[in-house]
């Protein structure tokens, strides 16, 4: 046990976390977290649909003729800052000297990733105007700068809040797409979006968007000035909520002693528990059926049909799967089976909704088997759109073990899974598609009440890192994943979804990717 100050509870207090919590934090930076005991990779055929498009027309035309029966919402996690989009250009000016021999290497880098290219092709990017106005309140002139071949001062102006300040915003206010003379923010893009497939039969479109505090009135200011066009463009009515992670899920900081780590003031120093702490603030949403997508993954106009297919696809999919799951909970919950219902209800469980039912199953009674079943099918649903695995970095879907040898499908992160092991490490290199984000998730019971999702956690799954502060090392923890451990105990289907469906922004330089342009 820790002796905490005075001062210390205090803090808990202020941030609605138990002292028996910081323990069990503290315990779990002792313990370490054990890598996911992966069984197989998730393919087509063994854990994972693959539909045709004519099988994909008949789910849209089921999600188009059945969304009227549930309350949607669009879930965009938006609170993490874009600075590192913009690493290697700060790392460019801390280093660039302008001599002729970096600014000849700048002129002729053909590295999609460089900060040469992106200077190369910097009035592609749909910042460029923005960019030129905001020069011109310096007295100066983006053009000018380029012949000159002041090029620190340009990515100076994209960074520094004398300029545009991208160095500070969050990616979800950053020009990503132009159009003609126009061009939109990253939160646009899912405005355009939600008037797609989320709007209701009373043309209310609801979107809800976590952010930082600190970006709080810029967004709203942003949006504000926005909305008005988007409702008369697509003949929709917005419904924006917002949320910001909770200070009850930051995680407490440990010295590589795996002590309290303490500020110079003697404060005890707490982070932010990773988008795993986003379970809460989808908790708090009322709505029976969630769309969820990252703020960067978004295409422009010309690429979006595809990806509407699709999210609304997994949607009819999920609809379809949730009411054969109902009325199968509504017989298992009277407890009157007719002869062969349990064994229907068991394929159903197995070859429709991926739950992979214990060999000791049928060794039960008619009574346990209620149970086992009813245990099994009502817990929250998620649909997950996953895409081929070309090399993008990011986690995958697999057959896992948990601890107590139950058998599951799940999404894992690299930083999950065991690489020294070669047993662990041949069934990565064996997966084929990787996790873009893309989920409907069904949060409602059978009677209509919603789950209480912190009960579908697996506390297991967090991992810890090391990070510094004021020079020292330190450890920090991060909560489950929001896709993996936050949302473990989830019935999960994993379907595979186009290529397309998946374009993120991670640096800067994606914007200029075909798929952006």
Partial sequence: MND??????????QKGIEVATINQQIAAFKKGFPAINLVSPATIGHGMLKYSEQEVDKLIAYFDDNKDNFELLKFVPASGAASRMFKHLFEFVQSFQGTAAE???????????????LLQNIQKLALFNDLKAAAFKQSLDVNQLLNKKQYKTIIQLILDDSGLGYGNLPKALLRFHRYGNESRFAIEEHLVEAAMYSRN???IAKVHFTLSPEHRNLFEMRLNDLIGHYEKTFGVQYEISFSEQKPSTDTLAVDMDNNPFRNDDGSLLFRPGGHGALI??????????????????????????????????????LMRLLEKTFDYLDILDTGFIEE????????????????????????HSDIEKIDVLYGLLNRPMRICGMVKNEGEPGGGPF????????ISLQIVESSQMDLKNSQQ?????????????DLVCGIYDFKGQKFHLPDYIDAETGFISKKSKDGRDLKALELPGLWNGAMADWITIFVETPLITFNPVKTINDLLRPQHQ
């Fill in 4 to 13: 905490f100050s005075t001062s210390d509870l205090n803090l808990f207090q």
């Fill in 103 to 117: 600014i000849e290497a700048l002129e002729t880098d053909t590295d999609t990733n460089s900060v040469g290219y």
């Fill in 201 to 203: 039969e009373e043309n």
């Fill in 280 to 317: 809460e603030n989808l908790n708090d949403l009322n709505e029976e059926i969630i769309f969820i997508k990252n703020i960067d993954n978004i295409v422009p106009d010309h690429l979006r049909e595809e990806t509407y297919r699709y999210k609304k696809a997994i949607g009819g999919l």
């Fill in 340 to 363: 062969g219902e349990l064994e229907e209800i068991k394929h159903f469980a197995e070859e429709k909704l991926m739950i992979n039912i214990p060999e000791s199953f049928d060794g």
């Fill in 399 to 406: 057959w896992v073990k948990d601890s107590e040898g139950y």
């Fill in 425 to 437: 490490a041949a069934l990565v290199g064996a997966s084929t598609h990787f996790n873009p984000v």
